[in-house]
């Protein structure tokens, strides 16, 4: 089981290393392929393929756009904006506010009527994303 501290570490390590990603690719949008290493290599969009210019049409406004490119990249955009703001909060209040809560949503994804739509809306992305094939 991960500590509060660990878990804090590694999400807010995450979240900083996406908005690096994001930037990266504003930056150097036009000039270098950034892109998806499993898309480069077998030439087939996984299943998070897209996230990025989702949030970037997110930060540009376009939610539709960001729709169809991948709506995963929604659920990022709020978990990076949300998370890191949860998890500072705790520690200046010295709650675990976000630990309990990581707790109880890694608890009810092991449940099967939690588990098994979530990997079925997961796969019916990942055709989607072969279907577009962006």
């Keep these: 089981m991960m500590t509060k501290k660990k878990l804090y570490f590694f999400v807010f ?3 900083l290393a996406g908005y690096i990603w994001v930037v990266l690719n504003l930056i ?6 950034l892109g998806c290493l499993f898309h480069k290599i ?14 970037l049409s997110l930060l540009d406004g376009n939610i539709s756009d960001a729709l169809y490119l991948n709506p995963i990249g ?3 955009f709020f978990g990076m904006t949300i998370t890191p703001l949860w998890i500072i ?9 976000f630990f309990h809560s990581y707790i109880k949503f ?28 962006l």
């Design 13 to 15: 390590t995450a979240c």
């Design 28 to 33: 150097y949008h036009s000039s270098i392929s």
């Design 42 to 55: 077998t030439h087939i969009p996984c299943p998070s393929c897209g996230s990025t210019r989702s949030i």
């Design 74 to 76: 929604i659920l990022l």
């Design 89 to 97: 909060f705790d520690v200046v209040t010295g709650k675990d506010y």
């Design 106 to 133: 890694e608890s009810l994804l092991r449940k099967n009527y939690i588990a098994i739509p979530s990997i079925f809306l997961l796969l019916v992305n990942w055709i989607w994303n072969l279907f577009k094939y």
